[in-house]
């Protein structure tokens, strides 16, 4: 123990956390091959999808048996896992790399890698979202608990597709402040645990309230298009043809996913980049471009 030292700061500080993102993390994802990035974001989606999936197990049947607010709690707190996952094996999320937008104002990064990289990222979280989905629904599990966590996911999906415009774009802007939060502060940790604990209490914050995560979403929906093809599902639900008949492939995009997106866009970009961006990157800026003057002036 003599002679170990210990790096007695654990954290970087906010300033350096918006360099660091802005000037490295961001540009190297940028830089990623096609298939590599592709690749882990399948991954992320598939992550995310597991954890929304425990989310959805934990949740059922607590309603009967717990007030409804402690309920949303305890699946908050098990959704966080996918969080975690994906930032710890570096996955590829959507949501996390709206912040490449930093490195777009920073002039780190082209806009035209920018919208490649959101482009493939944003297709491979869904594949990685479906696939789960698929997996789940030949696994059987979603008649656990005599059909109700099969219902629990049918009903999730039907409630997400029928929210207004605006609703799902409001939420989608409050859960993307907190999930681009989750990771700005899990950046700034040294240690694994601290990532933890950085991603946990901010994801544990916006399921519980019911924001809207436009990946989870990709697997809440297919998942619940899958539970609407089970007749035993169905009939324990006690939803209508009608009201089933809104719940499709079409709808899925339409009443939720893009407005849920583009949600989620504003709340990173102008919660969070232009937020932090100004509050920290906006004057090394000044002064970067300054000095060259001043060089002259002399």
Known sequence: ??????????????HSVAHEIADNVMPAKANFRKSKTFVLAIA??????????????????????????????????????????????GAELFTGNVMMTFSVIEKKTSFAKLLRNWSIVYAGNFVGSLLIAFLIYYSGCSHNSHEAL??????????KVNLTFVEAFTRGILCNWLVCLAIWMASSSKFVIGKIFAIFFPIMTFVASGYEHSIANMFFLTNGIFAKHTASIVAASGLSADQLATLNLKTIFTANLIP???????GAIVFVVLLFWTAYLRDDHKAQSTEPEMEENK
């Open 260 to 266: 849920v997106t583009l949600g989620n866009m504003v």
């Open 44 to 89: 992320a989606g598939a992550l995310i999808a597991f954890g929304a999936q425990v989310s959805l197990t934990v949740m059922t049947g607590t309603a009967e048996n717990l007030s409804w607010g402690i309920a949303k709690l305890v699946g908050a707190m098990t959704f966080a896992t996918g969080l975690m996952m994906v930032v710890l094996t």
């Open 1 to 14: 123990m003599a002679n170990q030292t210990i790096e007695a700061k654990d954290c970087m500080t906010p």
């Open 150 to 159: 099969g219902v629990l996911s049918l009903t999730t999906a039907y409630q």
